[in-house]
């Protein structure tokens, strides 16, 4: 069976065109897969034998929203279930400037980060262009709201199923589609060196988010294992190239962690490290994880005014949804462990 919405417009032209249909058929078929159509019936200005042969020989897979939790700040937090039976989440955040969908790339990860709900059971698949897609368009689509930037910062590690990441930038950047600009969109990794390269090389005009966390390689092998395999100097140095080649400023994210990552000396290293590079700290506010040991640091404001001492440019992330379930992949460890009833 033909994934549809996985398909780029030129793809679906030829796709009609070998089923012996005008060219133009791919562009409409484009928009009602963009506008999130459920079902072929409803695409009411195809002819009805093509339809007929739709229904045959490809498949749409809307997602279903089995859980939905709403905050008091306009925050929605979405449970996917996928056409296989696997959960994935995603994130609407209302604010000033716009909207914003965070959105998973994976359905779990295998990245073992310690203080992560997402990575804790693993990884099962990588999610395909279409089911990055629909994320969006179903977030969209159920919430009313006009969707004006998108994070991949969901479950997954979006450097570990790149080639799909990449069609589906493709696909949401198309002009006939969602139409969303490169520069509205934040791709986030913790640290996968061969990704970082091959995006340098693409030259794209996203937002590179580098998921720190800690600055000194013992303490970031000890909670984030990719830097066993990609050493925290080794992603500096690669960060830095990535700058040269794009021009493009890095977001490093970076978890407030009691007593692990929050010392002065740390604070110290980064400033040290991004010398020479225009990189923004965003401190984060560690969401309790209840099979983690961490806790969210109280020195959170002391680090922020210890990297300014040096110029570095810090912001604190805002928490938003607040009082639902906040962190990436809560959601679906209780849709896991069977406390979700819906």
């Not at 809307?62 to 925050?75: F, L, N, V, W």
């Not at 099962?124 to 969006?136: A, F, I, K, S, Y």
């Not at 300014?308 to 805002?318: A, M, N, P, Q």
């Amino acid at each position: 069976m033909i994934d549809l919405k996985s398909m780029t417009l030129p793809e679906l032209r030829e796709l009609l065109v070998s089923m012996g249909e005008p060219a133009f058929r791919g562009k409409q078929l484009f928009s009602w897969l963009s506008r999130g159509a459920e079902s072929f019936d409803e695409m009411m200005n195809l002819p009805l034998a093509l339809r007929e042969r739709l229904k045959t020989d490809c498949i749409l897979t809307p997602p279903e929203a089995i859980r939905k939790q709403e905050s008091k700040d306009g925050t929605i937090k979405y449970l996917w279930r996928l056409a296989d039976g696997n959960c994935v989440e995603s994130v609407l955040m209302r604010y000033r400037h716009g909207n914003t969908v965070c959105i998973s790339s994976q359905v779990g990860c295998r990245m073992g980060c310690a203080f992560c709900a997402s990575t804790i059971a693993g990884k099962v698949r990588d999610l395909t262009p279409g089911e990055l897609l629909d994320q969006v368009i179903f977030t969209q689509k159920d919430s009313g709201a006009v969707l004006s930037n998108i994070v991949l910062m969901g479950i997954g590690e979006p450097m570990d199923n790149l080639d799909n990441v990449l069609r589906f930038l493709e696909l949401v950047n198309c002009p006939d589609g969602m139409n969303i600009g490169m520069r509205h969109i934040s791709l986030s990794t913790c640290g996968v060196i061969p990704g970082i390269q091959r995006l340098a090389e693409l030259s794209l005009q996203l937002t590179l988010s580098v998921s720190l966390h800690a600055p000194d390689s013992e303490t970031r092998s000890r909670i984030m294992p990719v830097n066993r395999a990609y050493d925290v100097e080794e992603l500096f140095a690669v960060c830095q190239d990535y700058f040269r080649k794009t021009g493009r400023r890095i977001s490093f994210e970076y978890a407030m962690i009691d007593g692990v990552n929050d010392h002065d000396w740390q604070a110290d290293l980064i400033a040290k490290r991004l010398r020479g590079m225009p990189g923004h700290m965003n401190l984060i506010p560690l969401n309790d994880v209840e099979e983690s040991p961490f806790h969210p640091s109280r020195r959170t404001a002391a680090f922020q005014k210890r990297l300014e001492s040096h110029g570095v440019t810090v912001t604190i992330r805002r928490s938003l949804g607040g009082d639902i379930d906040a962190a990436c992949g809560q959601l679906r460890r209780k849709a896991q462990k069977g406390e979700d009833s819906q």
